[in-house]
């Protein structure tokens, strides 16, 4: 079982430029999420989704835009890097039927330089 | 607003139990969580506990939970080299779409 995959695992921009940090699950979840992780600090929610076609920002969404066009795939759009976008981000997801259990990406490290 | 705290680090030697504490805000909160991170890995869920329990026992792991002091704790009996990892409390936020805060991590290391 695949899970959750992200690609790439590493990743060094320069300022200024722009990327997509891909995430697709094959759960059939309905939620899915993107987090980063700074050093020393606890995840912070970037956007979430809790369909296809639906998205909504989380705690620190500047600088960052989102898609779902489909219930496997949410990637996660940097359009202008900044130096403070420099983190480990990871994708989670979950079914979205009551508590249940996110499923955590192996995480993408991004360096902004 | 929200906010789940954790010491950073946590010694202990192989063998010993591993108790590692968490504070939380949001009295609302309806489970609570316990995560561990691997190096280089995601966050993988340990267990969780339901508001209204005060402790949950999963072979070697032991939940306890304060409401009324918002103290969350992760015992670790027999701890092993392989417990060494990142360690993070998690509460369910009552938003609409069950957002998890987390804590900042607590490190465990286990040493000879």
């Known amino acids: 079982n695949a899970g959750v995959t992200q690609t790439p695992k590493f990743r060094i921009l320069k300022i200024g430029q722009s990327m997509t940090l891909q995430c697709t699950q094959d759960m059939n979840h309905n939620y899915m999420y993107w987090y980063r992780q700074d050093p020393g600090m606890g995840l912070k929610l970037i956007y979430y989704s809790v369909g296809a076609g639906i998205t909504d920002k989380g705690e620190v969404p500047n600088g960052y835009n989102v898609s779902r066009s489909t219930t496997e795939d949410f990637p996660l759009r940097l359009e202008l890097a900044a130096p403070s976008q420099t983190s480990v981000y990871f994708c989670?997801?979950?079914?979205?039927?009551?508590?249940?259990?996110?499923?955590f990406g192996s995480g993408t490290q991004l360096s902004v330089l | 607003g929200e906010d789940v705290e954790q010491s950073l680090f946590l010694s202990v030697r192989e063998g010993d139990s591993s108790v590692i504490n968490c504070t939380y805000t949001d009295s609302s909160s309806t489970y609570l969580y316990w995560y561990k991170q691997e190096p280089g890995a995601g966050l993988q869920l340990l267990t969780y506990?339901?508001?209204?329990?005060d402790m949950k026992q999963d072979q070697r792991l032991t939940v306890l939970l304060n409401k009324k002091d918002k103290h969350l704790s992760l015992r670790i009996a027999d701890t092993q080299t392989g417990d060494s990892a990142i360690y993070f409390c998690?509460?369910?936020?009552?938003?609409?779409?069950?957002?998890?805060?987390f804590g900042a991590g607590t490190r465990l290391a286990v040493h000879p």
């Open positions: 989670a997801s979950r079914t979205g039927t009551g508590n249940e259990k996110l499923f």
């Open positions: 998690a509460e369910s936020s009552t938003g609409g779409y069950n957002k998890l805060i």
């Open positions: 506990i339901f508001s209204n329990m």
